[in-house]
């Protein structure tokens, strides 16, 4: 049964905060699976989010079987594009990127997807995506060629995931990009958080517990982390 989403609610209501573990398909080494999928297994995750930016799909199912075989969390795609969608996944983020205004990451990626969605039984979970300026160029303005929200403009970012929400959207997604210098400033994400009634995820440039918590107690509901494990396999042990 697909339920991914609805434990997202249920987690919210509850007030129980998520954490993603992003795994890029690009970084992973079949050599280092056995301790990375027990680094996971010992952290305080509870989703695995997969994808890339640039990513071309290759081997996707393999890896996906081999990790699920280990890892017993959802496994959540994270594309990029259309190429990172494979049904060995349990759901998908059908993403829409709000922040920019290039035509290929607001319809014409997500047209593409469909005839490889219907072969698939992927839960879809529409995702209003809204990336913010955070001190350096990240790889997904570079590939979507769009600017990323001004991170001071809390207003604006307000308004952009309450347009996400009024669409249908059904997570709004605040990211700062993958390496991101700066993380999404709190106050921006405790101002979206108050106003929009979806669950809230927040992710790029975290790199503590420390944050992480500030995320949590600002208002997200999931937080994601990418760089700092990959960086750090022992990052949750501290
Ligand atoms: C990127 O939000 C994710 O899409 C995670 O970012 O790699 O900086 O943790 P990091």
Redesign the pocket.
């Known amino acids: 049964m697909k339920n991914i989403y609805q434990e997202i609610l249920n987690s919210k209501k509850a007030n129980k905060k998520l954490l993603a573990i992003?795994l890029?398909p690009d970084k992973l080494h079949l050599e280092s699976i056995s301790i990375l999928t027990e680094k996971i297994n010992q952290s305080p995750a509870t989703h695995i989010?997969i994808?890339g930016?640039s990513f071309n799909g290759n081997h996707l199912d393999e890896l996906i079987t081999n990790l699920k075989s280990k890892i017993n969390l959802p496994f959540v795609l994270?594309p990029g594009n259309p190429s990172q969608i494979s049904n060995k996944a349990d759901g998908i983020l059908f993403l829409t990127l709000l922040s920019g205004r290039n035509p290929d990451y607001l319809i014409e990626h997500q047209v593409n997807a469909v005839p490889i969605l219907n072969k698939t039984n992927l839960e879809i979970i529409s995702t209003g995506y809204i990336l913010i300026e955070s001190g350096n160029e990240?790889?997904?303005e570079r590939v979507s060629k769009t600017k990323p929200l001004d991170r001071n403009n809390h207003e604006y970012a307000l308004q952009t995931a309450q347009a996400g929400e009024f669409i249908g959207n059904k997570l709004i997604?605040l990211?700062?990009?993958?390496?991101?210098k700066l993380?999404v400033p709190n106050e921006m994400i405790t101002l979206v958080s108050q106003n929009i009634n979806v669950p809230l995820?927040?992710?790029?440039?975290?790199?503590s517990q420390q944050q992480i918590q500030d995320c949590y107690n600002s208002g997200a509901d999931l937080v994601?982390?990418?760089?700092?494990?990959?960086n750090d396999i022992n990052f949750f042990k501290s």
């Not at 990211?175 to 991101?180: F, H, M, P, Q, T």
């Not at 995820?201 to 790199?207: H, S």
């Not at 994601?224 to 990959?230: D, M, W, Y």
Request: charged content about 10%.
């Open positions: 992003l890029d989010f994808g930016s994270f990240t790889a997904v997604y990211e700062a990009g993958s390496g991101a993380s995820l927040v992710g790029g440039g975290i790199t994601v982390i990418g760089t700092a494990f990959e």
